[in-house]
T-cell receptor
């Protein structure tokens, strides 16, 4: 089976930096994805990691350590519009082919 | 423009009725997926299909059925056997490459009345 864990809720202040962690235990691994989801909407793609290390994309960065089964999403210069749920997802070909297995998501609230 | 279309956006169903949710894509993607999302929860996989005329059960397939007769279409039927069908349903598609991310539809919110 699979297990993907992330904190349920986080709060931060506008302009700050926040790190959202994700740990996973899967029988296979073929990439880790981060998505952003605003309430009532479909998720949108943020980042993809398949090799160890840091991927940077503007204000968003994502890190992966395969040996530790660990990833984090780093959001810099937080804005009010960053208030959303952040979903960590793993592609495990042993369990579900090309399908992504999602964690329960982390709800981030950004205040002024 | 290429994309993925789910319909309807809102759907009400009486207990004991079957209902079918539509999902159509014109992205030429081989793989399609159905997920269910409950309040405060992540996405749970119902069914997925990687090729026409073939599909696989996900973690919560009981009470649901699908078909994949055409590459573009992957309808989901919520049967009366699904005991708690009220949820937000998301369809997605992807290419088959390793790093291929999903294109999501806008979702269907199903309510049992």
């Amino acid at each position: 089976g699979q297990n993907i864990d992330q904190p349920t809720e986080m709060t931060a202040t506008e302009g700050a930096i926040v790190q959202i962690n994700c740990t996973y235990q899967t029988s296979g691994f073929n990439g880790l994805f981060w998505y952003q989801q605003h309430a009532g909407e479909a998720p949108t793609f943020l980042s993809y990691n398949v090799l160890d290390g840091l991927e940077e994309k503007g204000r968003f960065s994502s890190f992966l350590s395969r040996s530790k089964g660990y990833s984090y999403l780093l959001l810099k210069e937080l804005q009010m519009k960053d208030s959303a749920s952040y979903l960590c997802a793993v592609r495990d070909p042993n369990q579900a082919g090309t399908a992504l297995i999602f964690g329960k998501g982390t709800t981030l609230s950004v205040s002024s | 423009d290429g994309g993925i279309t789910q319909s309807p956006k809102y759907l009400f169903r009486k207990e004991g009725q079957n209902v079918t949710l539509s999902c159509e894509q014109n992205l030429n993607h081989d793989a399609m997926y159905w997920y269910r999302q409950d309040p405060g929860q992540g996405l749970r996989l119902i069914y997925y299909s990687q090729i026409v005329n073939d599909f696989q059960k996900g973690d919560i397939a009981e009470g649901y059925s699908v078909s994949r007769e055409k590459k573009e279409s992957f309808p989901l039927t919520v049967t009366s056997a699904q005991k708690n069908p009220t949820a937000f349903y998301l369809c997605a598609s992807s290419a088959m490459g390793q790093g291929s991310d999903y294109t999501f539809g806008s979702g269907t919110r199903l309510t049992v009345v």
